[in-house]
């Protein structure tokens, strides 16, 4: 199985299929653009994820995970790919002009030259104009970028219209402190949403059951906040503690305070993201069985019997509505000023579309 067709990391879903698919048919047909934006909620594996593109790529058998292109492209160090990223809070135009340099250079390897641009959100206008122009105008057919962020919304337009563009969707993977609490604020969730039902059908102890389903999973956000803030903290008390220079370790910890306050808000969305997720999976669901799916189709296929047996005053119309809501609440994640509120919203829409 190709590299591509075997990403474990990707939830099973229609959008990532799809990418897949097309994806894999331009890199068999060599029909590969000079210009791609993936964007999804996990840098670190949006990252990875353009690895194994690049290496499927340059792969004399289109990603066969054992070659040499293969195995030092996903570390990172085949001399054909450059992966840049900001330092600090801002992506600079030196960045840019580093990749102008690498991707006009001369290669003694075979293929095509890949330029890996992570959290390209953060490009200050400079660096953006500056990209842009080499986007439109890219040196030759051999040179491909694949641009990487979190948060699409913010980006210049004109550089999102150079690119074809693939939204991913990733698996919560428990490798750390961050994703058990999201697998426990699943598990909550999902609890939650049932009791929701319950209590609607029972029509009593549903604004209950809503507002404290809404503070257990602020709490928990917070949770998470103060968990990576202070694996943050402990990394500025050692570099304090340090040998270096006093001016370079000031410089260097003002970098590290850029960092860390964009990891925090990172962590935050995620968290809040991933809230959207589970909640418009079950409406999806609840859809789904309302028009006679069968359990196979279901994103929770265990929740199908319980599904089945509630769906008969369903809204159709309402389940639209509170849909667009949560995409709203989720494209203005960078500028929620009150989750909480937000999530009492759409609870209390959830509960109409049994009305």
Known sequence: MKLLESTSFLTEDNINQSNIRLLSTMIERGSISNAYLFFGNNMKLLSRLALIFAASINCADNG??????CRNTIKGIYPNVLMVEPEGSILRIEEIVKLQRFINL????????ICIIKESELMNSEAANRLLKTLEDPPDNDSIFVLLTEDISIMLPTVVSRCLVYNWNFKFIEENQEGKVFEIMAKYLDEGIKKIIKMREKRTGISNVSVDLTL???EILKKIEAGVKADMDKELDEIKKSDFKKSDINKYIEILKSRHKRKINKFYNLGMSRV???ISAWLEDILAVKLGAKMEILNFKKNYSFINSSVG????????????LIEKNRNCLNYLINSELALDNIFLQFQEIYA
């Open 106 to 113: 001369s290669s003694y390897n075979t293929g095509k030259k």
């Open 216 to 218: 257990r999973l602020v």
């Open 64 to 69: 066969c995970g054992d070659c040499t292109v």
């Open 276 to 278: 959207f997720d589970i």
């Open 313 to 324: 005053n369903i809204k159709t119309n309402k389940i639209f509505k509170l849909m667009q």
